[in-house]
């Protein structure tokens, strides 16, 4: 069974750069697409965008200026950055993979908070 | 702002079937799958249906999904208090260049 698991800072500070990390077990990394959603406390879902073992990235068009995603061969873990951070970003980040890019989020992770203040 | 349209809330008693909407356009349902995520309080989102009406393994048959013109449809029948949860449609937009769009939520309210 694939388990996923965010993590990073769980402050940071306006106009700093967030990084998070999605660490994938139970399978290797080069099966999949991994997603990047995020949820402001009380708040919907929303779509960060995606990213293929290969390289190959789809990001929401609002937030395209501000991210960055990329897989660590290193290990078997996708990354997000986000710049210029600001308290409207305070949200529960969640990576999920994705079922050949369709859309289809199969696994969650549990999800990390991350608070912009300060 | 979601451009999915869900009913803020929806409740009913004990087995009965409770049915959620989801509008959208044919830039996202008309022309691509729909998904739904049912969120458990304090739990990360869970995969309920893909492409329209498909169940993954270990999902109840209680569960079903639809799709028709630019909607969607989740119905729960046989309401349990366990059903009490947000639930999200989702689709792929094709307006913009690459968007996955959710749906605002719905809250499932078990009387």
């Known amino acids: 069974q694939v388990q996923l698991q965010e993590s990073g800072p769980r402050l940071v500070k306006p106009s700093q750069t967030l990084s998070l990390t999605c660490e994938v077990y139970?399978?290797?990394?080069?099966?999949?697409?991994c997603t990047w959603i995020r949820q402001p406390p009380g708040k919907g879902l929303e779509w960060i965008g995606n990213i293929h073992y290969s390289g190959r990235t789809i990001y929401n068009p609002s937030l395209k200026r501000r991210i960055t995603m990329s897989v660590e061969s290193s290990g078997n873990h996708f990354s997000l950055k986000m710049t210029s951070m600001t308290a409207a970003d305070t949200a529960l980040y969640y990576c999920a993979t994705d079922v050949g890019g369709s859309g289809h989020l199969r696994d969650w992770g549990q999800g990390t908070l991350v608070t912009v203040s300060s | 702002q979601s451009v999915l349209t869900q009913p803020p809330s929806a409740s009913g008693t004990p087995g009965q079937r409770v049915t959620i909407s989801c509008s959208g356009s044919?830039?996202?349902?008309?022309?691509?799958?729909v998904y739904w995520y049912q969120q458990l309080p304090t739990t990360a989102p869970k995969l309920l249906i893909y492409?329209?009406?498909q169940r993954p393994s270990g999902v109840p048959d209680r569960f079903s999904g639809s799709r028709s013109g630019t909607s969607a449809s989740l119905a729960i029948s046989g309401l349990r208090s366990e059903d009490e949860a947000d639930y999200y449609c989702a689709s792929w937009d094709d307006s913009l260049s690459g968007l996955y769009v959710f749906g605002t939520g719905t809250k499932v309210t078990v009387l």
């Open positions: 492409s329209n009406n």
């Open positions: 139970g399978a290797s990394i080069d099966s999949y697409f």
């Open positions: 044919t830039s996202n349902i008309g022309s691509n799958d």
